[in-house]
């Protein structure tokens, strides 16, 4: 089991940055595939980065070019940095850990809230 603890969220505004962190302890970080995720008040969680155990990423159209997640497997840490930020980027911002069927695990969630 795995807990995850998610820091770095705080008020931008547009066009500025932040870089969210996630600290993962309790098991061994490195096994876990990794994703950040969001939810906005009154819309689905959705996905917003991922990596796998070997670095591969994949990101949704609406943040690609503008968010790069990255690990530290050392730092036991998954990071999300979040460039020309919009306000529509405002939401919690979650990370999950996912290791084979039954290894599920989110973190408390980060407030993301972008205005001028």
């Known amino acids: 089991q795995v807990q995850l603890v998610e820091s770095g969220g705080g008020l931008v505004q547009p066009g500025g940055s932040l870089r969210l962190s996630c600290a993962a302890s309790g098991s061994i970080f490195s096994i876990y595939d990794m994703g950040w995720y969001r939810q906005a008040p009154g819309k689905q969680r959705e996905l917003v980065a991922h990596?796998?155990?070997?670095?591969?990423?994949n990101y949704p159209d609406f943040v690609k070019g503008r968010f790069t997640i990255s690990r530290d497997n050392t730092k036991n840490t998954l990071y999300l940095q979040m460039n020309s930020l919009k306000p529509e980027d405002t939401a919690v911002y979650y990370c999950r850990a996912l290791f084979g069927i039954d290894g599920d695990y989110w973190g408390q969630g980060t407030q993301v809230t972008v205005s001028s």
């Open positions: 990596i796998t155990t070997t670095g591969s990423t």
